[in-house]
């Protein structure tokens, strides 16, 4: 029985990556240069919901906390623990941006199942967008040097970077994202 669902898997696996150049394709709209402005593209959050980035972002200011590595999940729960600290800030989202390379939609699949099983709840499941996609052109696109570490983005509804910080969340970064936000409190909509 092991060996029918190990057979089983092989198969799915290799009759998917027929697929994955055209589902990759058809999740990296635009990854070409843009001077600062997050790409657009289409991906689904933890709760099974296709979203077009960014005009789908739900707030007019939008801080990506984007990660590049499964381990880099505790420098992400830094921002997390303070997200409550900018609820004054109107019309204000945060998400999650875990960032894979292109995979095949058996392994996606496994993986949003995993983080999916891993979050129980709703709200942290909608503000988690995973990305497969060319992870060096994407982090070209938006001035991000390396996976090394996390990278906390403030966008606004177009794409356009509003500030930007590398690593955990210190008092430093949250004063920095406090003066971004107040610059920004009336900005373009």
Known sequence: MKFVFCLLVAVLSTLTLAWTDVANAASEESMAPSGGTFPKLTASNLEKQTLTLPEDFAGQRNLLLIAFQREQQR????????????????????????????????????INSGMRRGIPDRDARARTITLYLDKSSFRKVLNLPDEKQIYAVLVDRSGRVLWRAAGDFDEAKAASLEIALRRNIDGPR
């Not at 960032?99 to 939609?105: E, Y």
Request: charged share 30%.
């Open 75 to 110: 420098n992400v729960d830094t921002w997390l623990q303070e997200m409550k600290r900018f609820d004054w800030a109107p019309d204000f989202w945060y998400y999650e941006l875990p960032t894979i390379d292109k995979l095949n939609p058996v392994a996606r699949w496994f």
